[in-house]
């Protein structure tokens, strides 16, 4: 089988590593793939939101199944491009992936299946959005309709916070993303992700994982794309998880399907949890970075098998084997991430840390100039371990860590300290 994943981030290398242990793999090509996916793969130049583009390109090079990673090309149709084409794709139509690109959909979805999430109201215009912040109070949510990169969030924990960010996302500050504002009730709890794989009728789930957000140790700090991830996660125990299938999971994809769209691919629940009463924060529709690292550490080679039974539209005779096992990854970026921050910087010492089941570096932004590994991105590399505890896959990944010589770059210390110190569940 001749593969294309569409990436180029952690996520990408760990599944373009899983990938290619399946025998089935004959080729892999990444577009664009980055250094360390390099090592391992072919890359292809390619502007992956481009859908003729993207089947040209499978077309030239004999591609029988893609595997899309992020939500860009997703949201502007380049799987519906590939499957009209004939070609096998793993992820949703742009319709689908509505579920991620917009917040009042989800919620819409969420309403008219009975999902339990966060209530909430819709605005176009600063006025009424303002008045409904007072009259409801702090804790609130403001947050901007569409794709924002992540950063369309605010949770307020007072009133003129919320009224800033109200002003903000009306001012055009996150572009036609903010044209729409979406006030939620604030949900406590602890927070955690639910992977499952839909075929647009069954869903299989694959793993649960816990991410590190903030940019700082003790969970301070700027909030980022993820400075690591640990899987599986404690709070979702077998009943959180059986509650999250019956009330949210499963009513969503018939719901998806009742609408004419159903969802193909990994669908991410972002789950809050309190007093063993799942709630959706937000659904995502792809694999999450750096959660993919540590669901690939632990699914392996079987990877390719499930999403290929997920395209195939077989998942009600696909089963996940799972090990006993626990994985961790550990982000690092460069200083000042997710501010300013250089480029160009050059790491070393990557060839003293073994890489193999057990524990992996997977590369997130680099490149290679002139022969020379440097960093290109915020986040550059992920340390990525398995281990038969949390504490055993942990000390690994810091132990790998400890070999880079990368004096721009840092790391959060304390990834997995929730579940490590039993405040977790
Ligand atoms: P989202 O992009 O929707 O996942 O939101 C980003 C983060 O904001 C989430 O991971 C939560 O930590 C937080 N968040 C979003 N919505 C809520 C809510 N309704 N209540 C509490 N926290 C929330
Ligand atoms: N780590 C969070 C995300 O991928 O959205």
Redesign the pocket.
């Known amino acids: 089988m001749n593969i294309l994943i569409l990436g180029s981030g952690g996520r990408e290398h760990a599944l373009a590593w899983a990938v290619m242990q399946n025998p089935k793999c004959d080729r892999l090509v990444v577009a664009p793939g980055n250094a360390g996916i390099a090592a391992i793969a072919e890359c292809g130049a390619l502007d992956i939101c481009d859908g003729g583009a993207v089947v040209a390109f499978a077309e030239e090079n004999a591609i029988d199944f893609v595997i899309i990673g992020p939500e860009a090309p997703l949201a502007a149709g380049v799987g519906d491009r590939l499957r009209a084409a004939g070609i096998l794709t793993f992820g949703p139509s742009a319709a689908a992936a509505r579920l991620e690109s917009s917040?009042t959909f989800t919620k819409e979805v969420c309403d008219a299946c009975g999902a339990p999430t966060?209530g909430w109201a819709r605005f176009d215009d600063a006025q009424a959005a303002r008045a409904h912040v007072r009259a409801q109070g702090a804790p609130i949510?403001v947050?901007a309709d569409g794709l924002a990169a992540?950063k369309?969030?605010v949770?307020a924990m007072d009133e003129a916070r919320a009224l800033a960010a109200v002003d903000e996302m009306f001012s055009g500050s996150f572009g036609a993303a903010g044209a729409e504002v979406v006030i939620?009730?604030?949900?406590e709890g602890e927070?955690a992700s639910f992977f499952v794989l839909c075929d647009g009728e069954n869903v299989l789930p694959l793993g649960t994982a816990q991410d590190h957000?903030r940019a700082g140790e003790g969970d301070t700090g700027p909030n980022t794309g993820g400075m690591g991830a640990y899987s599986p996660a404690p709070v979702m125990t077998p009943a959180v998880r059986a509650r999250a299938m019956d009330e949210i999971i499963r009513p969503t994809v018939a719901e998806m399907a009742r609408r004419g769209t159903p969802y193909q691919g990994v669908l991410y629940a972002?789950l809050?949890i309190r007093d063993g009463q799942p709630r959706l924060?937000?659904y995502n529709v792809r694999f999450g970075d750096p959660e993919c690292q540590v669901l690939m550490m632990r699914l392996g080679a079987q990877a390719l098998d499930l999403m290929q039974a997920c395209a195939e539209g077989r998942l009600a005779e696909a089963r996940v084997n799972w090990a006993d096992d626990h994985a961790i990854c550990v982000v690092m970026a460069a200083r000042g991430y997710p501010g300013a921050h250089e480029t160009g910087s050059a790491i070393g010492g990557l060839e003293r840390i073994a890489e193999d089941s057990r524990q992996m570096v997977f590369h997130a932004g680099t490149a290679r100039r002139d022969g020379q590994l440097v960093a290109a991105g915020g986040r550059v590399l992920n340390l990525a371990a398995r281990g038969e505890s949390l504490q055993e896959a942990r000390d690994r990944a810091y132990a790998a860590a400890e070999g880079i010589d990368w004096p721009e770059g840092f790391m959060r210390r304390d990834i997995g300290w929730r579940a490590l110190s039993g405040r977790s569940g």
Not at 184 to 187: D, G, K, S, T, V
């Open positions: 917040k966060a949510v947050k992540g369309g969030v949770v939620e009730e604030f949900m927070e957000k972002g809050m924060v937000e």
